[in-house]
């Protein structure tokens, strides 16, 4: 079982930068893929970023790629998701998932967290 905890969101200009951050419990954190989603008002929860549980493999959906950045320390149970030259369109609550296979769809991760919320304004 593994529960998960997203931080960092909030209210930020366009252009400018957050950091989530997700934080898991358990032992097993450094086993398990984990992945950021997203959900707009009105709109489906979509893939934005994962990455493996070494870190040696990160994968992005085309409208944030160059922009974000997701990284995991596992030594501290977390992993981040770095948002930069943030756009209106960016403004959603994000989500981050856990699985040991991972991938870019829904129904490939397990464990969920609550969500935080992202607001870009302009």
């Known amino acids: 079982q593994v529960q998960l905890v997203e931080s960092g969101g909030g209210l930020v200009q366009t252009g400018g930068s957050l950091r989530l951050s997700c934080a898991a419990s358990?032992?097993?954190?450094?086993?398990?893929?984990m992945g950021w989603f997203r959900q707009a008002p009105g709109k489906e929860r979509e893939f934005v970023a994962r990455?493996?549980?070494?870190?040696?493999?990160?994968y992005y959906a085309d409208s944030v790629k160059g922009r974000f950045t997701i990284s995991r320390d596992n030594a501290k149970n977390t992993v981040y998701l770095q948002m930069n030259s943030l756009k209106s369109e960016d403004t959603a609550v994000y989500y981050c998932?856990?699985?040991?296979?991972?991938?870019?769809?829904?129904?490939?991760?397990?464990?969920w967290g609550q969500g935080t919320q992202v607001t870009v304004s302009s």
């Open positions: 998932a856990a699985d040991r296979g991972g991938g870019n769809e829904l129904w490939n991760y397990r464990y």
């Open positions: 358990g032992r097993t954190f450094s086993t398990y893929t």
């Open positions: 990455i493996n549980w070494s870190a040696s493999s990160t």
